[in-house]
Each structure stands twice: as structure tokens, then as C-alpha cells.
Nanobody, 126 residues
């Protein structure tokens, strides 16, 4: 039974930083699979923010490139998202997701990822 548990969300002012964490359990050899972060704003669809493949190669949405960094600690089965220079439009619920493929390349959407965490709220005020 795969479990993904996010933490690290909160409220910050524009320009601030947050670091999200996602602890994976029940996910054998999680380092061998693609993992990603999605976010959702109320009334809108889920948007891919960043992903990292089994080889460690990251991909970012254009809106966060240069401000967000995705990383993974394979020994600890933990995925991270360092978010700097936050903007109000970054506000939303952030989800940690896991794949059954080692590598996944865009274009993809949220339906391609079978495992989801419960989400953590990020609020950026202007």
C-alpha cells in the first residue's frame, strides 16, 4: 500500500520561501520511479509543477522555473520541493505524486500518475 505524506506547507508573504517534503512508504524502490509535484487552485485543474525521473533529471513548469527546485533523497524515500521567490499565484494545494515508470516526459497530465498524497496548502500573500 503506497502512502505519500506531504508536509511543509504554510502561509508566507510574496518573496518568501517554503520547502515541501513528501515521505513515501509502501513504495518499493521508490528511487527507481518518477515522482512529481502538482498543484491545484480552487476551481481550476491540477497543474504539474515539477518532476524528477529515476536518473535525477528534473523538469519544471515554465511558471516556476528558476524559482523552484525539486530533489529527492533516495535513502530516506523523501521528495522535496524548495520554493523561493514565491508569488501570490503560487498559492494552492500542492500534491506529491508517484509514478510506476522510471522516467516520464512531458506532455503528461495528472491522470498519468497513480499515487497521490493528501496535499498540503500553500498560501502566498501580496
Amino acid at each position: 500500500h503506497v502512502q505519500l505524506v506531504e508536509s511543509g506547507g504554510g502561509s508566507v508573504q510574496a518573496g518568501g520561501s517554503l520547502r515541501l517534503s513528501c515521505a513515501a512508504s509502501g513504495y518499493t524502490y521508490s528511487s527507481k520511479y518518477c515522482m512529481a509535484w502538482f498543484r491545484q487552485v480552487a476551481g481550476k485543474g491540477r497543474e504539474g509543477v515539477a518532476d524528477i525521473n529515476s536518473d535525477g533529471s528534473p523538469t519544471y513548469a515554465r511558471s516556476v522555473k528558476g524559482r523552484f527546485t525539486i530533489s529527492r533523497d533516495n535513502a530516506e524515500n523523501t521528495l522535496y520541493l524548495q520554493m523561493n521567490s514565491l508569488k501570490p499565484e503560487d498559492s494552492g494545494t500542492y500534491f506529491c505524486v508517484a509514478d510506476i515508470l522510471e522516467n516520464r516526459y512531458q506532455p503528461y497530465d495528472h491522470t498519468d500518475f497513480p499515487y497521490w498524497g493528501q496535499g498540503t496548502q500553500v498560501t502566498v500573500s501580496s
